[in-house]
């Protein structure tokens, strides 16, 4: 059986283009399954996962939660802010307590870049990187290039731009290496400020005018601005942003072709987005959720294959 060249899904800085395929491949039979009117396979019924959270989420949390209970894992959730962290305990010894109740597999989202790099090194136990400050977001950009792959029928030679807060996103950061992984071409557009200056050494390239990098496309990922990561003022107003940034329908519409309009979640309508381009039908907002319930079956199934 193919297997993944990884233990740990810490970041898709780590993983292969095969590794990518053997993901997507293992999706395709889980979107299968999840569509039938049983919508659980037995396949992981020895296997323990605790989900450890230490910052806030929707999506991702309860979508690796339905993904280990489709697989039929036994789940354990962890919330940093009803937990002994508050009264100092460290991150190894949180997940050592937990781990020592014959835990398998650590799902953790952590404020820290680089906290699930930290934990692998440090416990005995797979590590699943569900976020990891502004450093990566794996299986949100492994969504998002398995949705582009589905509605375009494939990822290489996609024109596709990224669009807002670079500079503190972790998704966009795992959706760069995803897309440049796969042969797809890749540019980022947004204020000057919120755009690293290492990032065309990733392989991309940069776009100010919105206008012009939407005429290029095939596809639009919308970023959030990230106002909890925003330790000073980067632009001049969030009017100004979404004046410059901002996709409204009069601009999709006026645009020489039609594209794809993709976007993480959680939306600032009327800011990156306005809700008739979130809730048209270019938008594929709502499938990329239902997609990372595929996808993340699909890694902790792969993964704990090699627990096994
Ligand atoms: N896309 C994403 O990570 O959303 P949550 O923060 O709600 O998990």
């Known amino acids: 059986m193919a297997e993944l060249s990884v233990k740990h899904l810490l970041g898709i800085k780590y993983l292969k283009e095969a590794d990518i395929q053997l993901i997507f491949e293992t999706a395709d039979h889980f979107k299968e399954v999840i569509n039938r009117s049983i919508k659980k396979v037995p396949s992981l019924r020895d296997i ?34 009803q937990s002994s ?36 090194k440090h416990v005995n136990a797979s590590i699943v990187n569900a976020g990891d400050g502004a450093h990566e977001h794996p299986t949100q950009a492994l969504l998002d290039s398995f949705s ?3 509605k375009l029928g494939d990822v290489a030679g996609k024109n ?38 290492y990032v065309e050494s990733l ?24 106002h909890e990561r925003l330790d000073i003022s980067y632009f001049p107003t969030t009017r100004e942003y979404t004046q410059q940034f901002g996709v409204n329908k ?23 987005i306005t809700s008739d381009v979130a809730d048209s039908k270019q938008s594929i907002i ?11 079956m699909a890694v902790i199934y792969l993964l704990a294959s090699k627990i096994k």
């Open 203 to 226: 392989g991309v390239k940069v776009e100010t005018d919105l206008r012009k990098a939407l005429n290029w496309c095939d596809v639009a990922n919308m970023l959030r601005i990230q």
């Open 286 to 296: 709502l499938n990329q959720v239902e997609n990372g319930v595929a996808i993340r």
């Open 250 to 272: 009069a601009l999709l519409d006026s645009l020489d072709k039609e594209i794809v309009i993709m976007h993480p979640g959680p939306i600032n309508r009327g800011v990156e």
């Open 85 to 120: 962290v508050k009264k100092g305990e460290t991150l190894i010894d949180t997940v050592n307590n937990i781990l020592s109740m014959k835990v398998d597999m650590v799902v953790m989202r952590h404020p820290s870049p680089g906290a699930g790099i930290f934990l692998s």
């Open 48 to 81: 323990t996962i605790a989900n450890v959270f230490f910052e806030n989420s929707t999506r991702t949390k309860l979508s690796f939660e339905l993904a280990e209970k489709r697989l039929s894992a036994d789940v354990i959730n962890f919330s940093a802010g």
């Open 160 to 197: 596709v731009v990224i669009v807002g807060d670079i500079l503190h996103s972790r998704v966009a950061l795992s959706n760069i290496f995803a897309l440049k992984l796969q042969g797809a071409n890749v540019k980022v557009c947004g204020p000057r400020t919120l755009l690293p200056k």
């Open 148 to 150: 582009i792959r589905e």
